[in-house]
């Protein structure tokens, strides 16, 4: 986690070093290259508009999923069950809803919690419930679709986690580390791209 943040610093200062750069008068093509060397972003990217303005509902935009079962799964499931769902889904984790008809959210089962309480302890998950073996509601950390994205990364560095459900008041989403540094670092890009077409003189 502290590698990410401190990534995400590095961004910050790639753009400082190109302004300095241009002021020194070198080579405009120094920029272009830091530039694409950011382009392993896949993602349609998210639209500009600094990383202060940036939140958690515009994320879940550029991931163009649905709530829906995939997203959870319930306390008396089997394990087995849950496991299979991320894999089908290709999601590292779900949101465990209490039986009934209401929604009310129970916790949170991720691969970490597969990995450390089936596998590593030895047992079945075909005969382990998730409620079992999931965070509980009380330690469940969650964020708002208004939840600023630089605050959903320092929430998710300091309780060194990966996966945050996205609640507004029933659950909406669910938003990843990848996720989030992948908008941060489409916005640093993006800014970047800005000051490149600035100093070529595209700007008045």
Do not use: F
Request: hydrophobic share 40%; with cysteine; glycine share 6%.
């Amino acid at each position: 986690m502290q590698g990410i943040s401190r990534a995400v610093r590095s961004c910050q200062q790639i753009l400082k070093a190109a302004i300095l750069q241009h002021a020194q008068g070198r080579e405009i093509a120094g920029i272009e290259k830091i530039v694409s060397s950011l382009k392993w972003v896949t993602s349609p990217p998210a639209q500009q508009k600094g990383l202060e303005n940036v939140t958690v509902a515009d994320v879940l935009m550029t991931k163009d999923e649905q709530t829906g079962p995939w997203l959870w799964c319930h306390t008396n499931d089997v394990v087995i069950d849950a496991v299979k769902n991320m894999a089908k889904n290709n999601v590292g984790s779900l949101v465990v809803l209490k039986p009934g008809e209401q929604q009310y959210i129970a916790g949170i089962i991720t691969e970490r919690d597969y990995l450390r309480k089936i596998i590593a302890q030895e047992r079945s998950p075909n005969h382990t419930r998730v409620g079992e073996i999931m965070t509980n509601e009380n330690k469940l950390i969650t964020v708002t679709s208004d939840t600023n994205i630089l605050q959903a990364m320092q929430l998710m560095t300091e309780n060194q986690i990966r996966h945050v459900p996205v609640i507004d008041g029933k659950i909406v989403g669910m938003i990843s580390i990848k996720d989030v540094v992948r908008a941060v670092v489409e916005q640093q890009s993006g800014e970047l791209k800005q000051l490149n077409e600035y100093i070529k003189g595209k700007y008045y």
